[in-house]
């Protein structure tokens, strides 16, 4: 996702973002002639997505509430970045390609990245952000729950492509690093037919992010993330010497819990305090994070 300090502002490389780019614009159209050409590539990625009905959603969404997005050379094909402060989207930056398979390849790859990227804007813009307030513990569940809800979104997008005839980002997601997602997605939708059976569908989507939290190092780099953040926050409240005695004492509630399981157009398929609290732990799964929420505890104690 490039290279960030610890105000979250991307340092000054030779290789950075551009300009920002409105998503109102790269949809409709507007100012087309005159746009170079990865821009274009942009475009045609998101004309691919608006035939997922789901994803036509989370555009119209992200549209409304005036998304920018940015093209960064440092990002990788399916990467992307949402930066709050700058209500932007960073995305990887590509250029046309002559040959039809890689075109298709690249294509797919920068769908993935603009449905992690959008999702993550959708839910901060639902008020569904980054909650330093809260118990520490259950701030690192809420963070691996939404990580694990971000792979289930892409999941649905993906599928849902597929179902319109466009394979390519679905055969890319269903044999990366999260393929027993993508498997048990299928596995369970396959009994119900089309994505139009609603009950089908959230148990589609269930299944699948209870298999997310069966390999432990999703949560491991989830948890690092969120006490990074945690850091972060702490070091700018001391930095402007504001009182950090907020941090990390309410209790996580089952309406901010559940808020994850939103989906445009869709019912919450994390309606459930079960699975809500399913992969919880009090520490974090990795010895050199459990060290670090000790530290963190220590400072906010």
Same mark, same amino acid.
């Given at each position: 996702?490039?290279?960030?300090?610890?105000?979250?502002?991307?340092?000054?490389?030779?290789?950075?973002?551009?300009?920002?780019?409105?998503?109102?614009?790269?949809?409709?159209?507007?100012?087309?002639?005159?746009?170079?050409?990865?821009?274009?590539?942009?475009?045609?990625?998101?004309?691919?997505?608006?035939?997922?009905?789901?994803?036509?959603?989370?555009?119209?969404?992200?549209?409304?509430?005036?998304?920018?997005?940015?093209?960064?050379?440092?990002?990788?094909?399916?990467?992307?970045?949402?930066?709050?402060?700058?209500?932007?989207?960073?995305?990887?930056?590509?250029?046309?390609?002559?040959?039809?398979?890689?075109?298709?390849?690249?294509?797919?790859?920068?769908?993935?990245?603009?449905?992690?990227?959008?999702?993550?804007? +959708?839910?901060?813009?639902?008020?569904?952000?980054?909650?330093?307030?809260?118990?520490?513990?259950?701030?690192?569940?809420?963070?691996?729950?939404?990580?694990?809800?971000?792979?289930?979104?892409?999941?649905?997008?993906? +599928?849902?492509?597929?179902?319109?005839?466009?394979?390519?980002?679905?055969?890319?997601?269903?044999?990366?690093?999260?393929?027993?997602?993508?498997?048990?997605?299928?596995?369970?939708?396959?009994?119900?037919?089309?994505?139009?059976?609603?009950?089908?569908?959230?148990?589609?989507?269930?299944?699948?992010?209870?298999?997310?939290?069966?390999?432990?190092?999703?949560?491991?780099?989830?948890?690092?993330?969120?006490?990074?953040?945690?850091?972060?926050?702490?070091?700018?409240?001391?930095?402007?010497?504001?009182?950090?005695? +907020?941090?990390?004492?309410?209790?996580?509630?089952?309406?901010?819990?559940?808020?994850?399981?939103?989906?445009?157009?869709?019912?919450?398929?994390?309606?459930?305090?079960?699975?809500?609290?399913?992969?919880?732990?009090?520490?974090?799964?990795?010895?050199?994070?459990?060290?670090?929420?000790?530290?963190?505890?220590?400072?906010?104690?």
């Amino acid at each position: 996702m490039g290279i960030y300090d610890y105000s979250d502002q991307l340092l000054d490389l030779q290789h950075h973002h551009a300009g920002t780019m409105s998503l109102r614009d790269v949809l409709t159209g507007d100012g087309r002639d005159n746009m170079p050409a990865p821009e274009l590539y942009v475009g045609q990625a998101l004309n691919i997505m608006k035939t997922s009905y789901t994803a036509n959603l989370l555009l119209q969404h992200c549209m409304k509430s005036d998304v920018g997005l940015r093209l960064d050379s440092m990002l990788p094909a399916d990467g992307s970045f949402f930066d709050e402060q700058e209500n932007a989207l960073d995305i990887s930056e590509q250029n046309q390609l002559f040959n039809v398979d890689m075109h298709s390849a690249r294509l797919g790859q920068m769908i993935i990245g603009l449905a992690v990227g959008l999702r993550k804007a +959708w839910h901060y813009h639902k008020g569904n952000g980054f909650n330093p307030e809260l118990c520490v513990q259950d701030l690192l569940h809420l963070c691996r729950s939404a990580d694990a809800d971000t792979v289930v979104f892409v999941t649905l997008i993906c +599928w849902e492509l597929r179902e319109k005839g466009n394979s390519s980002p679905w055969k890319q997601w269903s044999t990366g690093e999260n393929e027993d997602v993508a498997k048990a997605f299928e596995l369970t939708q396959a009994n119900y037919g089309s994505t139009k059976n609603v009950q089908g569908l959230n148990k589609a989507l269930q299944a699948s992010y209870r298999q997310w939290f069966q390999h432990k190092d999703r949560g491991t780099a989830s948890e690092h993330t969120a006490l990074e953040k945690l850091d972060r926050v702490l070091i700018k409240c001391r930095s402007e010497d504001v009182d950090t005695s +907020w941090i990390g004492k309410n209790p996580l509630t089952p309406s901010t819990w559940s808020r994850l399981g939103e989906i445009p157009g869709c019912q919450n398929y994390l309606n459930h305090e079960k699975l809500l609290k399913h992969g919880y732990s009090e520490q974090p799964y990795d010895a050199f994070n459990r060290v670090h929420l000790k530290h963190v505890l220590e400072d906010i104690s």
